[in-house]
């Protein structure tokens, strides 16, 4: 049902729905794409632009209520409840690409596959996720790893120029190096706690095309494929970013039957460099085990979803995330025993994704986002629907093994089961996370961002 005494007139030069529980539409605004989590917000504001963001924050503001931002449906990671005004923001998909300036500037709902499609055109690439439906604002917030050139540029928080943000105290900002550098330190690797980012202008970078794909392999070769993969990322140059991934799929009909009810392991390859180098590089790796599909080749850079081929639809799935110092003998044993050939298959997917390279290097412009990790591991058990409990937990042994000698966390890589204050702490070093409080104190002491990965302002 709608609000008893209709729309509040705070709200009522919203442009965008303005939804309460009960109206049409409320429950398909309030969707998110893992199911782990659902939300019953007080309202919903889907927003079409900035003055709509800063009428919803200024209404929380007045009503003493918190907020909670939901861009393109893939968080916040915290069930919202029925006190919180949520803002949505799928509607603000303004995109504009400079090829002079290689630059981007989007809006708040523009997702990562709208930007290479259109970079791509000017023979221009971003620093995009695996996913081309991420939201770019959220990913660049967390740090954001590039599957394809991120070895080679660094993180795509590295590479922010400006940022337009509604604060706590519902004002519109504009953040940059040279207007209020503090803010736009915190805002990148402190990720949604100062406020609504509504557009972000970053740099783009001219690479056309890569040496790029896949290689798969049988499950019962996990062993010799991943010796051959620690191998490889011991020397790589940091022209090539990679992941190796040890996938389960279920025995279903639409799923290639060579596949079905098997486990399968993927080397995911990334390039820079010329076709001939990049074919030297890995050959070792083509070597290491007879090889299932190989879709690694020359590619335009419009085609990197390829690469990792990540779900679409909706579904409901439990992770949790390790960060590697190096890639060690125990840690080769930990992932075969518990998501190798012999294991007792409960873990849908552990990916292993070599960082180090130029996320390892200071940026020109510091940031929030840490640097002190070789690989992050993901654990990810996808779940039966109207079960999200029954498997919780399965990932918790493998990353319990894999982190007994550090509890590090990063920013980029934290999921509905760190959203402890205690977790979220281990995602930053003692400096860093001191800053962040004290920037948050300022910006919002009432702690109305509260519903993401939060630090919370002194007291």
Do not use: C
């Amino acid at each position: 049902m709608s609000h008893p005494s209709g729309i509040p007139s705070a709200l009522a030069a919203v442009r965008g729905p303005v939804l309460f529980p009960g109206d049409d539409g409320f429950l398909g605004e309030a969707a998110v794409f893992n199911t782990t989590v659902s939300h019953e917000p007080y309202v919903i504001i889907g927003a079409t632009d900035v003055n709509d963001v800063r009428s919803a924050v200024r209404f929380a503001r007045e009503e003493d209520r918190s907020v909670a931002v939901l861009n393109t449906g893939h968080g916040p990671s915290v069930s919202v409840s029925s006190e919180a005004v949520m803002i949505t923001t799928r509607r603000m998909t303004g995109l504009t690409i400079d090829g002079e300036r290689r630059t981007a500037r989007v809006e708040a709902g523009v997702n990562w596959g709208q930007v290479v499609e259109e970079a791509a055109k000017l023979g221009l690439a971003p620093l995009a996720g695996s996913s081309p439906q991420v939201g770019v604002v959220g990913y660049t917030l967390g740090g954001g790893v590039s599957v394809t050139i991120g070895r080679a540029f660094g993180y795509a928080a590295d590479h922010v120029r400006a940022i337009e943000i509604v604060t706590p105290d519902g004002e519109v900002r504009h953040v940059a190096p040279d207007s209020e550098p503090e803010l736009l330190f915190a805002l990148l690797g402190g990720k949604g706690n100062f406020g609504v980012v509504t557009a972000m202008e970053f740099s783009l970078f001219p690479v056309p095309e890569l040496y790029a794909g896949f290689l798969q392999f049988a499950g019962e070769d996990a062993g010799a494929v991943l010796e051959a993969y620690r191998l490889l990322a011991a020397t790589a140059p940091d022209d090539l970013t990679s992941s190796i991934v040890f996938l389960r799929v279920p025995d279903l009909p639409y799923i290639p039957e060579f596949m079905r009810g098997k486990l399968s392991i993927f080397v995911r390859l990334s390039y820079l460099g010329p076709a001939a180098d990049g074919e030297t590089l890995i050959a070792p790796m083509r070597a290491a085990a007879p090889v299932l599909v190989d879709t690694v080749a020359t590619m335009p850079l419009a085609q990197i979803a390829t690469i990792t081929n990540d779900p679409t639809d909706p579904g409901t799935a439990v992770e949790h995330f390790a960060m590697l110092d190096e890639l060690s003998p125990s840690a080769v044993d930990a992932i075969l025993e518990l998501a190798g050939p012999d294991s007792e298959g409960h873990l849908t997917l552990v990916n292993l994704t070599q960082l180090g390279g130029a996320f390892g290097r200071p940026p020109e412009r510091p940031n929030a986002v840490r640097r002190d990790v070789a690989f992050a591991v993901i654990a990810l058990t996808v779940l039966p629907p109207g079960e999200p409990t029954t498997g919780k937990d399965l990932g918790l042994e493998l990353t319990g093994r894999l982190t007994r000698l550090n509890g590090r966390k990063h920013p980029s890589y934290l999921s509905p089961a760190d959203t402890s204050v205690e977790n979220v702490r281990l995602a930053y070093d003692e400096a860093t996370y001191e800053r962040l409080r004290t920037a948050k104190t300022e910006r919002d002491p009432r702690n109305m961002f509260r519903w993401n990965y939060n630090i919370p302002p002194r007291a």
